[in-house]
């Protein structure tokens, strides 16, 4: 369905828990996050009949997200759950990957059809000291474990963040060389921890343009920018929600690990979901896309949500 500005709202992303397996410096606090009681978090169910009650309203993409979704307990049955939904043609889910090598052929199984990875560095104790301990080659382990699962049309996403990684810019473009994934950069958000970070943390997607001019511009996908180096198997994506507002072609909704429908990542304003089914369920979703806001203000101030990406999903 068609929101008030006439954006059409096809894209749910739901997060499955807000726990993570890792302390990444820009997404979550040092101590980590006070664990929510089973009871505050969705039901496996719910998670179901709210992708469910989404795709009566015209959803037909699903993200799985988190926290890190692969520590969530039933997981798969939630996968196995969207997958069956008729109207949703693609369920795609964003992972740190550490899990992969247990989980990527159970994922497949139950119907996950794409997966996003996320990776900031390529030098190992840089990798330690941005997830505050987790190790780079497990994250390389589970990429290889979804290109085995038969995964293959893996996205890695590189939050860009000045003064931490934009010297390996040439080793990510390298790695399209030899490899048929698409190196998603992504500009980093005032959100959470970094929401006060220096100024020089954020940096424009633009800058992978400035210093590799040989990217040539390929057709874009979603709300990512792609580029090819010359003879590359794989392809370049920018996202640049700071510099460059998608808000005008933004299609998704959200739903958080506790049940809450948010009409945009960086708004205040949430519409519960818990305790509604059928009718009312879908009604309620149809308000919250209804009510998506025009556009974010991340450009004049930090985002306006006092939540953590963890507990949003990014
Ligand atoms: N744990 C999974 C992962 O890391 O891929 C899924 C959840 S994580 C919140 C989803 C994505 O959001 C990751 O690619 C992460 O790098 C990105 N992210 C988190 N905080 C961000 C921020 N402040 N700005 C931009 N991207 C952010
Ligand atoms: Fe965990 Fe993903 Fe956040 Fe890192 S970005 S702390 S892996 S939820």
């Known amino acids: 369905m068609k929101d008030q500005y006439g954006r059409t709202v096809d894209y749910l992303r739901l997060?499955?828990?807000?726990?993570?397996?890792?302390?990444?410096?820009?997404?979550?606090?040092?101590?980590?996050?006070?664990?929510?009681?089973?009871?505050?978090?969705?039901?496996?169910?719910?998670?179901?009949?709210?992708?469910?009650?989404?795709?009566?309203?015209?959803?037909?993409?699903?993200?799985?997200?988190g926290g890190e979704p692969l520590v969530r307990r039933g997981i798969l049955d939630i996968c196995r759950g969207i997958a069956a939904i008729p109207e949703v043609r693609e369920l795609c889910l964003t992972t740190n990957g550490a899990l992969l090598p247990e989980l990527a052929a159970s994922l497949r199984e139950a119907g996950v059809q794409r997966l996003n990875i996320s990776?900031?560095?390529?030098?190992?104790?840089?990798?330690?000291?941005?997830t505050r301990g987790g190790e780079l080659n497990?994250?390389?382990?589970?990429?290889?474990?979804?290109?085995?699962?038969?995964?293959?049309?893996?996205?890695l996403n590189t939050v860009l963040i000045g003064g931490f990684n934009d010297d390996e810019l040439g080793d990510f473009?390298?790695?399209?060389?030899?490899?048929?994934?698409?190196?998603r950069f992504i500009e980093l958000m005032p959100m959470g921890p970094c929401a006060h970070w220096d100024r020089g943390c954020f940096l424009p997607c633009r800058t992978v343009l400035?210093?590799?001019?040989?990217?040539?511009?390929?057709?874009?996908?979603?709300?990512?920018?792609?580029?090819?180096?010359?003879?590359?198997?794989?392809?370049?994506g920018l996202i640049s929600p700071l510099s460059h507002t998608f808000?005008?072609?933004?299609?998704?909704?959200?739903?958080?690990?506790?049940?809450?429908?948010?009409?945009?990542?960086h708004s205040q304003e949430e519409i519960p979901l818990?305790?509604?089914?059928?009718?009312?369920?879908?009604?309620?979703?149809?308000?919250?896309?209804?009510?998506?806001?025009q556009e974010h203000h991340l450009t004049e101030r930090s985002s306006d949500t006092p939540r953590n990406m963890n507990q949003i999903g990014g």
């Not at 969705?42 to 989404?54: D, F, G, K, N, P």
């Not at 497990?138 to 996205?155: H, N, T, Y």
């Not at 473009?173 to 190196?183: D, K, Q, V």
């Open 15 to 65: 997060s499955v828990t807000d726990l993570c397996s890792y302390r990444c410096q820009y997404c979550m606090p040092a101590e980590g996050v006070r664990k929510l009681r089973h009871e505050d978090i969705l039901s496996v169910e719910e998670c179901v009949e709210i992708a469910h009650a989404a795709s009566r309203c015209g959803v037909t993409k699903v993200r799985i997200t």
């Open 119 to 130: 990776l900031d560095t390529l030098r190992p104790e840089r990798f330690r000291a941005m």
């Open 138 to 155: 497990q994250a390389m382990d589970g990429i290889a474990a979804a290109e085995r699962a038969g995964f293959s049309d893996l996205k």
């Open 173 to 183: 473009l390298a790695l399209t060389m030899e490899h048929p994934w698409e190196l």
């Open 210 to 236: 400035e210093r590799f001019p040989a990217l040539e511009p390929i057709e874009a996908r979603g709300v990512a920018l792609r580029y090819r180096l010359p003879a590359a198997k794989g392809t370049v």
């Open 247 to 265: 808000c005008s072609q933004c299609r998704r909704i959200r739903v958080t690990s506790d049940g809450k429908l948010k009409g945009c990542l």
């Open 274 to 293: 818990r305790g509604l089914h059928g009718q009312a369920l879908e009604e309620t979703i149809r308000r919250g896309i209804l009510s998506k806001p």
